[in-house]
């Protein structure tokens, strides 16, 4: 498996304008995570999926960002309008979750290379 | 109050010496808890999960005190390939495996 894909690797782009982030899961994966990461906030979670639906976005921070997962196997972050303030390295992640978990579960989440973002 | 909380560091210590790390988890509900490595602009990677009973790795040693809602990571015997950044996680099964991290711990070994 080549493991979790993201596209682009690098974005620029103006203050203002559409940014689409993509996500490619692991196959057989049922979860999947955006992050963002900056040196300030660390790693922020902003929206999980389980089975392609939306569980929780209370991370996403504000109505500018919003995600979808339309199948099993790809997933958008989309920022719009984008501003400077949203420069940082957006990463996906994907997990198998187990149908009854109970105690700890030995469940590993793989993370795509991330997608640089810069808005000038 | 985060879910997840770390000293950020750095942590700066020679050769051989041994490190620890540390990290606070706010909800007691069912979980599942890990340590990561983050190298310098890349992807974090499973460093290792934390078992109730404590585990242990080579030179890695993760505990966990669920009283105290407490894990620790342990490296002896540091190297200078052991630098990178050490992410505490924790899922959250009661919350449909919602995945936290802490910010993270930046270590440096120095010859």
């Known amino acids: 498996d080549a493991g979790v894909i993201q596209s682009p690797r690098h974005e620029v782009t103006e203050m203002g304008q559409e940014v689409t982030l993509r996500c490619k899961p692991i196959s057989g994966h049922n979860s999947l995570f955006w992050y963002r990461q900056t040196m300030m906030r660390g790693l922020e979670l902003l929206i999980y999926?389980?089975?392609?639906?939306?569980?929780?976005d209370s991370g996403m921070p504000e109505d500018r960002f919003s995600a979808k997962m339309p199948n099993a196997s790809f997933s958008t972050l989309k920022i719009q309008p984008s501003e400077p303030r949203d420069s940082a390295v957006y990463f996906c992640a994907s997990t198998l979750r187990p149908r009854f978990p109970v105690g700890h579960m030995n469940t590993e989440a793989f993370f795509g290379q991330g997608t640089r973002l810069t808005v000038v | 109050r985060k879910e997840v909380e770390q000293d950020p560091g750095p942590f700066n210590v020679p050769e051989g010496a041994t490190v620890a790390f540390n990290c606070t988890y706010s909800?007691?509900?069912?979980?599942?808890f890990f340590w990561y490595r983050q190298d310098c602009r890349k992807e974090p990677k499973l460093l290792m999960s934390?078992?109730?009973s404590g585990n242990e790795d080579g030179r890695f040693t993760a505990q966990l005190n669920r009283a105290s809602q407490y894990i620790s990571l342990l490296i002896r015997d540091s190297k200078l390939s052991d630098s990178a950044t050490y992410l505490c996680?924790?899922?959250?099964?009661?919350?449909?495996?919602?995945?936290?991290f802490g910010q993270g711990t930046e270590l440096s070994v120095k010859p």
């Open positions: 996680v924790v899922t959250f099964w009661n919350q449909g495996g919602k995945l936290i």
């Open positions: 934390v078992y109730s």
């Open positions: 909800n007691s509900a069912s979980q599942s």
């Open positions: 999926f389980n089975n392609n639906v939306p569980i929780d």
